[in-house]
């Protein structure tokens, strides 16, 4: 994959065409992966050069923001997912009011032909781009003969008898189906963030947690809730359980996103963790003491060791 300077500064000079998909590819998932799947083949087999379209921004927190999303993948995160894809290259265009105007015309001819060379399109079945969306598979043909390009079209990928859509893993995560998600995506659904100070509140009750920094901007995170998870930290691969939400057992805490990793008690303040979440667990629910907190907490635990190990059986 280009580096950073490329993408900004278009194609390297010997790149002469190229297969080319364009869209928010918000959450990489199985439909989009099947998009860039088949550009990937299709510029091996003509001997071409690969290339996603993609923004800086989801394109509502431009033209719409009050109805803009949560983002189910950072850029940073969906650079880090694209970067096993095997394409060729990878532009992150910033999304602005002057770009949100052009017309699918416009887009074609200044951004895929002009800029990335485009010499076939390969969109997914519902796909819509420029100026309201107004760029379908009827106009972007007829622009593919006037510009010499071909046009197709990728079907739908399935699963549960239904598109899979980044608006329904939206719905998904918000509700706590973290497993849902995870079939829709392709991989759980993640965050990541380092380990900040707490309160020390957990070691005191005998379950050490690490307080996880909460995502800046608009990083969509599931429902309040205990997950049971898995924790990526240095060059390890752990279980545990995340709580997620409100501490309504202690009166004034604020909410917090607190790891507790199984069979695990070491330092890790200031690294950097990526968590995934694999199944909720329970609400968050306030208990009269704290000796009840961990009873429950040992519960959670249990039920916790329970479900990691079906999943190794």
Same mark, same amino acid.
């Given at each position: ?140 043909? &007829?622009?593919?003969? &006037? ?167």
């Amino acid at each position: 994959m280009a580096d950073a300077a490329s993408w900004e500064s278009g194609l390297p000079s010997d790149v002469s065409g190229t297969i080319v998909t364009v869209g928010s590819f918000d959450g990489v998932h199985r439909g989009h992966v099947a998009v860039l799947d088949e550009i990937a083949r299709r510029a091996g087999e003509r001997d071409l050069h690969s290339v996603l379209v993609t923004f800086d921004r989801h394109p509502l927190t431009v033209v719409r923001p009050e109805l803009a999303p949560g983002l189910l993948t950072t850029p940073d995160e969906k650079k880090e997912i694209l970067s096993q894809s095997g394409l060729d290259y990878v532009a992150f265009l910033p999304f602005t009011r002057t770009l949100s105007r052009y017309s699918p015309k416009e887009f074609v001819a200044h951004v895929l032909k002009r800029r990335f060379r485009v010499s076939e399109l390969v969109i997914g079945y519902d796909h819509g781009f420029g100026r309201g969306r107004a760029g379908d598979i009827r106009l972007l043909r &007829r622009l593919g003969r &006037r510009w010499d390009f071909d046009v197709d079209v990728v079907p739908a990928v399935t699963c549960g008898g239904s598109p899979v859509s980044s608006t329904r893993i939206r719905a998904a995560v918000a509700n706590g189906e973290v497993e849902l998600a995870a079939r829709d995506l392709g991989r759980p659904y993640s965050f990541r963030g380092p380990v900040v100070t707490g309160l020390g509140r957990g070691r005191d009750l005998g379950f050490p947690t690490a307080n996880i920094e909460p995502p800046v901007g608009r990083k969509l995170l599931p429902k309040q809730g205990i997950y049971a998870v898995r924790a990526s930290l240095r060059t390890e691969i752990r279980s545990g359980l995340l709580h997620l939400g409100p501490r309504p057992t202690f009166a004034g805490s604020p909410p917090s996103i607190e790891l507790y990793i199984l069979d695990f008690d070491e330092d890790i303040y200031g690294e950097r963790v990526r968590v995934d979440f694999l199944r909720r667990l329970r609400d968050v629910r306030p208990f009269g003491t704290a000796a009840e907190l961990v009873e429950q907490m040992k519960l959670d635990r249990e039920m916790a060791r329970g479900y990691f190990a079906g999943l190794e059986g």
